[in-house]
T-cell receptor, first 113, second 115 residues
Framework: KAGVTQTPRYLIKTRGQQVTLSCSPISGHRSVSWYQQTPGQGLQFLFE???????NKGNFPGRFSGRQFSNSRSEMNVSTLELGDSALYLC????????????FGPGTRLLVL | AQSVTQLDSQVPVFEEAPVELRCNYS??????LFWYVQYPNQGLQLLLK??????LVKGINGFEAEFNKSQTSFHLRKPSVHISDTAEYFCAVIPLTGGGNKLTFGTGTQLKVEL
């Protein structure tokens, strides 16, 4: 069974631009969560989706948004990029939101110049 | 709210020596506990998890962890490490009630195995 896939793997943007990252969960998994990893703040929860609905959201500004499609694939969008948004963005999938084990993708490394 | 503390940011150890990576947590409700490993330029891989039952949990690659409720700890151990164990290790918790699937992570421990 294929694992969680994330595209693109690497991305370079400039301040003020916007970016969209994609995550395809493991087949049959319907819950997708997003995390941001930076050297300074570590791993921080962004949001969680299940059945196309956002169930949980972390403490990030409104510039960070996401959505989930009917096939469980998810996208996250960051508008008006800032230098501090440079990070590894990790997607995790699980069968359901019922405290299931989460399986992580390889991440998308975003560099904002 | 939950918090996770990994006191050791770096742990150097010689190959074939034993290692213990420490994890303490704080939570007003019961939690599930996890250890993940991250190799360079990769995502997180689940090593092991404690949901209930026996407090000694065995995971992949020869790792094990012991849940101690009174000390709110979940230390990770391996009796004999290999060069390939060099990676960053993260302890994480999820509350049993509320919080959805939100994992709260510690700051990570970089394990460096030397010859």
């Amino acid at each position: 069974k294929a694992g969680v896939t994330q595209t693109p793997r690497y991305l370079i943007k400039t301040r003020g631009q916007q970016v969209t990252l994609s995550c395809s969960p493991i087949s049959g998994h319907r819950s997708v969560s997003w995390y941001q990893q930076t050297p300074g703040q570590g791993l921080q929860f962004l949001f969680e989706y299940f059945s196309e609905t956002q169930r949980n959201k972390g403490n990030f500004p409104g510039r960070f948004s996401g959505r989930q499609f009917s096939n469980s694939r998810s996208e996250m969008n960051v508008s008006t990029l800032e230098l501090g948004d440079s990070a590894l963005y990790l997607c995790a999938s699980s069968l359901s939101p019922a405290k299931e084990t989460q399986y992580f993708g390889p991440g998308t490394r975003l560099l904002v110049l | 709210a939950q918090s996770v503390t990994q006191l050791d940011s770096q742990v150097p150890v010689f190959e074939e020596a034993p290692v213990e990576l420490r994890c303490n947590y704080s939570s007003s409700v019961s939690v599930y506990l996890f250890w993940y490993v991250q190799y360079p330029n990769q995502g997180l891989q689940l090593l092991l998890k404690y949901l209930s039952g026996s407090t000694l949990v065995k995971g992949i690659n020869g790792f094990e962890a012991e849940f101690n409720k009174s000390q709110t700890s979940f230390h990770l151990r391996k009796p004999s490490v290999h060069i390939s164990d060099t990676a960053e290790y993260f302890c994480a918790v999820i509350p049993l009630t509320g919080g959805g699937n939100k994992l709260t992570f510690g700051t990570g421990t970089q394990l460096k195995v030397e010859l």
